[in-house]
């Protein structure tokens, strides 16, 4: 079964304080993970692709296929970073590119 | 480019009715998802459409039925709304050649009274 388990519902963390979101996953095969942000009053908007391996606004991500994990990390947290984060994966498939989400975290960075 | 945009915004149904919520994707793309987000959940699947079929669908009962037509813009029917209906209908889109990053609507927030 295709599932994405973001263990936090909410975290909280201090300006220029290291943030780190959890992500598992759980697949049969080789899935594309993704984080999406919505920041308030907006749409939900992808962050980050693994297949990219590229740094959006500080933030990256590694895949551990060996922990089916995609943990969102960046080492300094700034105030607009504030938002709510999920994790998605979707599956290789051809043509079938249903995103699985997780639960979702809602990051706050306080000053 | 407006992006993706999804109408009405806030919509009250009454148990029983049907509603119609409407989509058109970003400009360039042909592929259109559709996705429920109940409160305090992440979205999930409802279905897909390409080339105005249904490609993937999600674990929906047949209440939920949708349509793609020619210019790509699509629309999401439920019929017999029940109050655990009420929820955030989101539309994204994505474009050819396997491109799997989507392009995520505002949403219609559904409010089944």
């Known amino acids: 079964a295709q599932r994405v388990t973001q263990p936090e519902k909410l975290l909280s963390v201090f300006k220029g304080a290291p943030v780190e979101l959890k992500c598992n996953y759980s697949y049969s095969g080789s899935p594309e993970l993704f984080w999406y942000v919505q920041y308030s009053r907006q749409r939900l908007q992808l962050l980050l692709r693994h297949i990219s391996r590229e740094s959006i606004k500080g933030f990256t991500a590694d895949l551990n296929k060996g922990e089916t994990s995609f943990h969102l990390k960046k080492p300094f947290a700034q105030e607009e970073d504030s938002a709510m984060y999920y994790c998605?994966?979707?599956?290789?498939?051809?043509?079938?590119?249903?995103?699985?989400f997780g639960q979702g975290t809602r990051l706050t960075i306080n000053p | 480019d407006a992006g993706v945009t999804q109408s009405p915004t806030h919509l009250i149904k009454t148990r029983g009715q049907q509603v119609t919520l409407r989509c058109s994707p970003k400009s360039g793309h042909d592929t259109v998802s559709w996705y429920q987000q109940a409160l305090g959940q992440g979205p999930q699947f409802i279905f897909q459409?390409?080339?105005?079929?249904?490609?993937q669908r999600g674990n929906f009962p047949d209440r939920f039925s949708g349509h793609q037509f020619p210019n790509y813009s699509s629309e999401l029917n439920v019929n017999a709304l029940l109050l655990g209906d009420s929820a955030l209908y989101l539309c994204a889109s994505s474009g050819r050649g396997g491109y799997r990053g989507y392009t995520f609507g505002s949403g219609t927030r559904l409010t089944v009274v």
């Open positions: 998605a994966l979707s599956g290789p498939i051809q043509g079938a590119q249903k995103l699985v």
């Open positions: 459409y390409y080339e105005e079929e249904e490609r």
